[in-house]
T-cell receptor, first 114, second 114 residues
């Protein structure tokens, strides 16, 4: 079955450490997105990529980095510059021409600073 | 800058009652989503509304869109406990497709009591 796989489901980060969240899709979607969710809040866009080897900052990109070397993969690195990284991270993908039902979310990674 | 506002943010309902969640957005868009989120889970797509006057219904939930007023509503009929969750609206870009980033409302936490 096609879908988006995020790993790990839970991740713990020590102060000053970089961590990478994985997002893989087998939907053949061109575009991929990373959103952050804090308790009691909606999702906010971190980064997005509409094509391989290209990506754009979203609303809250500071302290994060991404790469898009393959169409299927869009990993997110939370760097030590991100002062408050504890949150729920959701990856999504979409494809032009598939219609609005083609917007798909992964199951999420919960990141906690220890 | 696109802003999306939901109200109420918290909704405590008795089983069997009706209520409406409102979603206002600030700029023109032709694509509005409603999602459900259970605690610790990802987003479940409920409805996609694409045109002015669009109405969609699934079970006890009905969503509508007024693009002139930049308003969408999610109406709950005869609430049951299983509807307890957080509900988000999200507004996307142009073209009526799934392509492009979404801007989310803050979410409405719905609790249905016996």
């Amino acid at each position: 079955d096609g879908g988006i796989t995020q790993s790990p489901k839970y991740l713990f980060r020590k102060e000053g450490q970089n961590v990478t969240l994985s997002c893989e899709q087998n939907l053949n979607h061109d575009a991929m997105y990373w959103y952050r969710q804090d308790p009691g809040q909606g999702l906010r866009l971190i980064y997005y990529s509409q094509i391989v080897n290209d990506f754009q900052k979203g609303d809250i990109a500071e302290g994060y980095s991404v790469s898009r070397e393959k169409k299927e993969s869009f990993p997110l690195t939370v760097t030590s510059a991100q002062k408050n990284p504890t949150a729920f991270y959701l990856c999504a993908s979409s494809m032009p021409g598939q219609g609005p039902y083609g917007y798909t979310f992964g199951s999420g990674t919960r990141l906690t600073v220890v | 800058e696109l802003k999306v506002e939901q109200n109420p943010l918290f909704l405590s309902m008795q089983e069997g009652k009706n209520y409406t969640i409102y979603c206002n957005y600030s700029t023109t868009s032709d694509r509005l989503y409603w999602y459900r989120q259970d605690p610790g889970k990802s987003l479940e797509s409920l409805f996609v509304l694409l045109s002015n006057g669009a109405v969609k219904q699934e079970g006890r939930l009905m969503a509508s869109l007024d693009t002139k007023a930049r308003l969408s509503t999610l109406h709950i009929t005869a609430a049951v406990h299983d509807l307890s969750a957080t509900y988000f609206c999200a507004v996307g870009g142009a073209g009526g497709t799934s392509y492009g980033k979404l801007t989310f409302g803050q979410g409405t936490i719905l609790t249905v009591h016996p």
